[in-house]
């Protein structure tokens, strides 16, 4: 697995998470001034310059792109908050619970439009590829632990790129060990057959003799 998304077992592509992650709410720092922005999901603004304002991320990317704003990059994404990740992450068995559900989808997209906004960027595109990795290696330890007895997985803090690539697995893997075994669950196309109804003769009945 290492970290990598393969298409097939994926239930939704990069861009569908990205596109779902684009809702999650950023600040962003205006340099006009203008009105609320009215949309269906809800109101934003009004903008004032130099006014920190709460925005969906695609409405932030939207502003970052016309060069009516700067983004700040959600506190998470500092190098302090990531090496203390990391470091959780590599001294416990446990996935972390200190980065938000989106945080591939979002650091991604950041780096793509906003990345003259994010100090050190770097450092912190190199410390998200290690918590990356180090999640995903505890993934596959946990994926070890499958066998014929197993019902159900449960593991704590995923994100959702990686709920995206383990779901469909564990599924499969799961479906696989029930048929290799449980083989007498299984339909047995033979028997099915030598266990079809008969069919019905509506033909007239001769009558009965006395």
Not at 160 to 169: D, H, L, S, T
Request: include cysteine; glycine fraction near 4%.
């Amino acid at each position: 697995m290492a970290g990598q998304s393969n298409h097939e077992l994926s239930l939704f592509s990069a861009e569908e998470l990205e596109f779902i992650a684009e809702d999650e709410i950023v600040d962003i720092v205006p340099n006009l001034k203008m009105g609320p922005l009215n949309f269906i999901c809800g109101d934003f603004g009004p903008f004032t310059p130099q006014i920190v304002t709460q925005v969906p991320l695609w409405l932030a990317i939207a502003l970052k792109k016309r060069g009516k704003c700067s983004i700040r990059p959600p506190q998470w994404m500092s190098v302090e908050k990531l090496s203390k990740v990391l470091e959780e992450e590599r001294d416990s068995q446990e996935m972390s619970d200190q980065l938000p559900f989106h945080y591939v989808e979002i650091s991604r997209l950041l780096f793509d439009q906003a990345r003259d906004n994010i100090p050190d960027l770097y450092m912190v595109r190199s410390l998200i590829e290690d918590i990356r990795n180090v999640r995903f290696h505890k993934v596959e330890t946990n994926l070890e632990e499958f066998n014929g007895r197993t019902i159900a997985v449960k593991i704590k803090n995923l994100s959702a790129m990686e709920v995206n690539i383990v779901r469909p697995f564990i599924g499969r893997a799961l479906q696989a060990f029930y048929t290799h075994d449980s083989p007498e669950l299984i339909p047995d196309p033979e028997r099915v057959s030598d266990r079809r109804p008969q069919a019905v003769n509506n033909a007239p009945r001769r009558p009965l003799r006395r």
